[in-house]
């Protein structure tokens, strides 16, 4: 007997098959069309928090990355009903699991 779930992106419930999060290709297409869009100016942004410290300090990079973290969120209660537009860190933990371990990032020379 199939699971219901809701999708992701609408919210939907729908019979959720293995590993499937959402009900239709153009659920999953708007999902990561919207991560992307929002995701590549928070790389930049980031990295340079991480990598340019200086630069980043002092144009105030940490409090633009969580400005524009707020306006996304503002833009989910308006456009989503607030349904949450992120997957939930245990779920992009599990599947890349390297990252849960600090020994192993050590190991891999990650902490630089
Ligand atoms: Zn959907």
């Known amino acids: 007997m199939a699971r219901l779930d809701a999708c992701l992106e609408c919210g939907e419930p729908f019979a959720r098959a293995q590993g499937r999060e959402f ?12 991560r992307m869009k929002r ?3 928070l790389y930049d942004l980031y990295m ?3 990598f ?8 105030r990079v940490f409090q633009a990355i969580n400005s524009m973290a ?9 456009e ?8 939930r ?3 992009v933990l599990e599947e890349r699991p390297y990252l849960r371990s600090v020994t192993t990032r050590v190991r891999m020379g990650r902490m630089g």
């Open 23 to 34: 009900c239709t290709p153009k659920c999953r297409k708007d999902w990561n069309n919207r």
């Open 80 to 87: 989503r009903a607030g349904r949450q537009s992120w997957r």
């Open 39 to 41: 995701g590549a100016e």
């Open 70 to 78: 707020s306006h996304f969120r503002q833009e989910d209660h308006r």
């Open 52 to 59: 340019e410290r200086a630069t980043a300090q002092q144009l």
């Open 89 to 91: 860190p245990t779920s």
């Open 48 to 50: 340079a928090h991480r």
